[in-house]
């Protein structure tokens, strides 16, 4: 297994064992080839979630521009929600994780097909 498969494990283990959720490795798979290089950086691979302006990108470059969502309350409480399944003490939020489940509550399978 190469590194990305590594991290594509990692992170289905968090679904499961930290959110509690039962991952679609297709898609989480997309997902993750989708964070490109971001994925192998310490810093960018994670969702600085007490950030204001993190959180901000995520909605901008991620929900906006990816999934193709209009911006409204309802991303802030999508995101808020993400967030809080994750847990919010959890220092690591890895962003292929956030956008994982971003993309489910959504139902915005479809822009990784």
Do not use: W
């Amino acid at each position: 297994m190469g590194r990305r498969d590594d991290l594509i494990a990692q992170y289905a283990e968090d679904l499961r064992n930290k959110c509690g959720m039962e991952p679609d490795m297709d898609l989480l798979t997309k997902v993750t080839i989708g964070c490109g290089p971001a994925i192998y950086n310490p810093d960018a691979s994670t969702v600085a979630s007490s950030q204001p302006h993190e959180l901000e990108t995520v909605k901008n470059n991620f929900m906006v521009k990816k999934l193709g969502l209009s911006d409204g309350p309802q991303l802030d409480e999508a995101l808020a929600k993400v967030i809080e399944t994750y847990g919010k003490s959890e220092r690591n939020k890895y962003r292929a994780v956030v956008y994982y489940m971003l993309t489910k509550h959504f139902g915005k399978e479809s822009a990784y097909s």
